[in-house]
């Protein structure tokens, strides 16, 4: 009694577990909007990264820049003091 009542359980369960597998894998389910998106997503964050590094450059050649042209304003305001401190 108790075997045919496990084979009967077991057999439910083996049921239950191919209708799920077989309605599962359905062309109701359909993934590929979902890899498109991801995808677009991972092509916009390609494109920030290099328009960031880009903007990275440029911000470091304008600092570059700005030392460059405050070391020469220093030099000059030296230089304009030591003449006058000659005259």
């Given at each position: 009694?108790?075997?045919n009542?496990?084979?009967?359980?077991?057999?439910?369960?083996?049921?239950?577990?191919?209708?799920?597998?077989?309605?599962?894998?359905?062309?109701?389910?359909?993934?590929?909007?979902?890899?498109?998106?991801?995808?677009?997503?991972?092509?916009?964050?390609?494109?920030?990264?290099?328009?960031?590094?880009?903007?990275?450059?440029?911000?470091?050649?304008?600092?570059?820049?700005?030392?460059?042209?405050?070391?020469?304003?220093?030099?000059?305001?030296?230089?304009?003091?030591i003449?006058?401190?000659?005259?």
């Amino acid at each position: 009694m108790k075997r045919n009542l496990f084979n009967y359980v077991l057999s439910g369960v083996l049921a239950a577990v191919l209708s799920i597998g077989f309605a599962g894998c359905g062309e109701d389910y359909d993934d590929s909007k979902l890899a498109a998106d991801i995808g677009a997503v991972r092509a916009d964050l390609t494109q920030a990264k290099a328009d960031l590094e880009s903007a990275k450059t440029a911000l470091n050649a304008q600092i570059t820049g700005v030392k460059d042209a405050a070391a020469e304003q220093a030099i000059e305001e030296s230089i304009a003091k030591i003449e006058e401190l000659l005259i």
